[in-house]
T-cell receptor
Framework: AQTVTQSQPEMSVQEAETVTLSCTYD???????LFWYKQPPSRQMILVIRQEAYKQQNATENRFSVNFQKAAKSFSLKISDSQLGDAAMYFCAYRNYGGSQGNLIFGKGTKLSVKP | DVKVTQSSRYLVKRTGEKVFLECVQD?????MFWYRQDPGLGLRLIYFSYDVKMKEKGDIPEGYSVSREKKERFSLILESASTNQTSMYLC?????WGQGSEQYFGPGTRLTVT
């Protein structure tokens, strides 16, 4: 069975600085998707960024980028120029490619605080 | 924008009560999901549905059932609520399993069973 591990329960960053959240996963599949979701306090969870395993190029969305290391089964999220609105729980998630088993498997989350 | 709504933000029920949590999505998504979120445990899948009247168990289905009579609505049922079911419940929906199948989440229902 696939597993997702986020080893940092809490992280803190100064406003305008850069922070990296770690995620590792375990799977025997070669095709899959990886996601980072953000859950702000008392607000809905939203997708931050997505990576397809067959793509070697790391995904980027504005200030958010990932470092995808397939061989190492590592998928870290880098937030550049951190803003107060980035404070949230961040969940790393894995999904197999297609089929009825294509459900999301989540890590336990990392709580990110942003200091002004 | 995709909208996923849940019938209640906060709910307080007594042990042994039958509890219904409702979820509605407005984007004609085929797949709908119910998760439970607990501190330190992340999100765990309870049940999901990939079509009307179809359902599959997730990782923690015990004590729960679901109903999907219409494509847009997915209900989670606690037949006899217990205190260990006190939790945040999140509903999500997605279109298919392909590249575009991001899961969209509702705001959550915080259920307290006393």
């Amino acid at each position: 069975a696939q597993t997702v591990t986020q080893s940092q329960p809490e992280m803190s960053v100064q406003e305008a600085e850069t922070v990296t959240l770690s995620c590792t996963y375990d799977t025997s599949e070669s095709d899959y998707y990886l996601f980072w979701y953000k859950q702000p306090p008392s607000r809905q969870m939203i997708l931050v960024i997505r990576q397809e395993a067959y793509k070697q190029q790391n995904a980027t969305e504005n200030r958010f980028s990932v470092n995808f290391q397939k061989a190492a089964k590592s998928f870290s999220l880098k937030i550049s120029d951190s803003q107060l609105g980035d404070a949230a729980m961040y969940f790393c998630a894995y999904r197999n490619y297609g089929g009825s088993q294509g459900n999301l498997i989540f890590g336990k989350g990392t709580k990110l605080s942003v200091k002004p | 924008d995709v909208k996923v709504t849940q019938s209640s933000r906060y709910l307080v029920k007594r042990t042994g009560e039958k509890v219904f949590l409702e979820c509605v999505q407005d984007m004609d998504h085929e797949n709908m999901f119910w998760y439970r979120q607990d501190p330190g445990l992340g999100l765990r899948l309870i049940y999901f549905s990939y079509d009307v009247k179809m359902k599959e168990k997730g990782d923690i289905p015990e004590g729960y059932s679901v109903s999907r009579e219409k494509k847009e609505r997915f209900s989670l049922i606690l037949e006899s609520a217990s205190t260990n079911q006190t939790s945040m419940y999140l509903c999500a929906s997605s279109y298919g399993w392909g590249q575009g199948s991001e899961q969209y989440f509702g705001p959550g229902t915080r259920l307290t069973v006393t």
